[in-house]
């Protein structure tokens, strides 16, 4: 099967690309910028450019869309005196936010109107609006399913609500697959560093990710195995690893940092997460392979 995968530049699209090699697919490869390395077929595209964008799309089974444009907020906007998130760069934020709204119905309608049967659109835990917030809020019920109201106050995660609406169009118009895998925080073994020094402070960027994380190459999996799937219309799904960043148990957790939270699914043990991934585990096969321990990605 012929697969194009959209920001194939970035590092997640290179992991994804390796790991459908990996599987046997034929895969083309397309981004604004060339990738460092050629590993497929490269076509550069600006998918802002709707009219740039059926020919890459021609004879080809599936997509998997992870090309945006970073908001930068997400890495520095954390402010610890308030213990919330700012977002000064307003028209900034704007301009991304249209960017990428824009580059995925440009995908998802080249791509249908191509016959693509099965897409894949990389989304975010930002969703449901614990990651980025500028007041202070907490989840309704733990741990978070995709089930959860999703009421983000950030652009990052509005524009993501936003992607997810436009798939769910596209499902009812076309009858396509398409699956929306919510990914965590996403880091490969040479930045586990990152996420040693934020098990030493819990509440370094806030604590809406709920210490959750996932390897490189489990999103990588994650993609592949959303194209191999079969299921009806579009579907959300968490993706992220079955446990925390931190040594203590959940429960401690949630009873230090998350006293508000009144409803705990009954029976969890030990280190659990707090975004529940057992819908991509049932209809996907996912389980994340590459936990943190020892201060390693392994």
């Known amino acids: 099967m012929k697969v194009v995968v959209t920001g194939g530049a970035g ?11 990996e599987q046997g697919f034929d895969v083309l490869s397309t981004d604004a910028v060339q990738p460092e390395t050629n590993l497929c077929r490269f076509i550069a595209a600006d998918l802002g450019n709707a009219e740039a964008l059926p020919g890459i799309f021609t004879g080809a089974g599936a997509v998997v869309h992870l090309a ?9 906007g954390f402010d610890s005196a308030s213990g ?4 000064p760069d307003v028209s900034g934020d704007a301009r991304r936010f249209n960017d990428n709204t824009a580059m995925t119905y440009n995908v998802l309608s080249a791509a249908i109107a191509a016959g693509v049967k099965k897409i894949v659109c990389g989304s975010s835990l930002a969703v449901y609006g614990f990651f980025y917030p500028s007041t202070d809020v907490f989840p309704d019920y733990l741990p978070v399913d995709e089930n959860h109201p999703r009421r983000p106050q950030d652009p990052y995660g509005l524009s993501k609500i936003v992607a997810e609406s436009m798939c769910d169009a596209f499902c009812r118009k076309a009858g396509a697959q398409i699956a929306s895998l919510r990914f965590s925080g996403i880091y490969a073994a040479e930045n586990a560093g990152v996420l040693a020094e ?3 402070n819990p509440t370094l960027r806030g604590i809406g990710a709920l210490w959750s994380y996932v390897d490189f190459r489990d999103a990588a999996a994650a993609c592949r195995l959303a194209l191999q799937a079969n299921f009806a219309g579009h579907k959300a799904f968490n993706v992220c690893a079955p446990t925390t960043i931190m040594d203590e148990p959940t429960d401690e957790l949630v009873r230090r940092y998350l006293p508000k939270v009144q409803r705990v699914t009954a029976g969890l043990q030990h280190n659990w997460c707090g975004y529940d991934t057992r819908k991509a585990e049932k209809v996907l096969g996912f389980r994340a392979g590459h936990l943190f321990r020892n201060g390693t990605l392994q």
Do not use: D, V
């Open 198 to 200: 934020r098990k030493k």
């Open 84 to 87: 919330t998130w700012k977002t």
């Open 11 to 21: 590092r997640l699209g290179r992991y994804a690309i390796e790991e459908l090699l």
């Open 68 to 76: 945006r444009r970073r908001f930068p907020y997400t890495e520095n």
